[in-house]
T-cell receptor, first 115, second 113 residues
């Protein structure tokens, strides 16, 4: 398995509180991604990064921000958590991101519950 | 929206080959077909991908039709540990979405003893 860890693995928080999820990789891959997965659905892209300090929005970016200050870490922040952000969050990495044959590898996920 | 169509569920007997179909009739010439699986809410696991030729690796084989409008993932000797949701994904290759994997609902494959 690709060297990807996510922390925390589980978190319960209250509406209106800030939350930060961390993704850490040991593969020195350039591209990193944050997805969310809701029950019975496939994954949806929140934000991605194509290098240190280089990020862009995905399909469902509203209410989320990201930061990447070094290659190995990609942080996802919910500035003020809402119940609609209760979900499982997956981080992924890939080598180049700019090829149709570029493969994304996924972390184990973080289960976030917002009460 | 996902660019693929898969049956919602399938069964397969343990030890037999599991053949999972996927329809991608609107696929473009430079778009790859990817297969991932997800076992009980774990992170998705990459299986295989291909462009136009059939592909095989240690996990599975991918058969793509000549017109590229459909494909089949083959798990040659299914085990109980292959029970999972299998996702067929066409890698979007559009200017504003070329970093995305567009996920559908997948096929729930149940391997029966």
């Amino acid at each position: 398995d690709a060297g990807i860890t996510q922390s925390p693995r589980h978190k319960v928080t209250e509406t209106g509180t800030p939350v930060t999820l961390r993704c850490h990789q040991t593969e020195n891959h350039r591209y990193m991604y944050w997805y969310r997965q809701d029950p019975g659905h496939g994954l949806r892209l929140i934000h991605y990064s194509y290098g240190v300090k280089d990020t862009d929005k995905g399909e469902v970016s509203d209410g989320y921000s990201v930061s990447r200050s070094k290659t190995e870490d990609f942080l996802l922040t919910l500035e003020s958590a809402t119940s609609s952000q209760t979900s499982v969050y997956f981080c992924a990495i890939s080598g180049s991101g700019r090829s149709g044959s570029d493969t994304q590898y996924f972390g184990p996920g973080t289960r976030l519950t917002v009460l | 929206d996902a660019k693929t169509t898969q049956p919602p569920s399938m069964d397969c007997a343990e030890g037999r080959a599991a053949n999972l179909p996927c329809n991608h009739s609107t696929i473009s010439g430079n778009e790859y077909v990817y297969w991932y699986r997800q076992i009980h809410s774990q992170g998705p696991q990459y299986i295989i991908h291909g462009l136009k030729n059939n592909e095989t690796n240690e996990m599975a084989s991918l058969i793509i039709t000549e017109d590229r409008k459909s494909s089949t993932l083959i798990l040659p000797h299914a085990t109980l540990r292959d029970t999972a949701v299998y996702y067929c994904i066409v890698r979007a290759w559009e200017k504003d979405s070329n970093y995305q994997l567009i996920w559908g609902a997948g096929t729930k494959l149940i391997i029966k003893p």
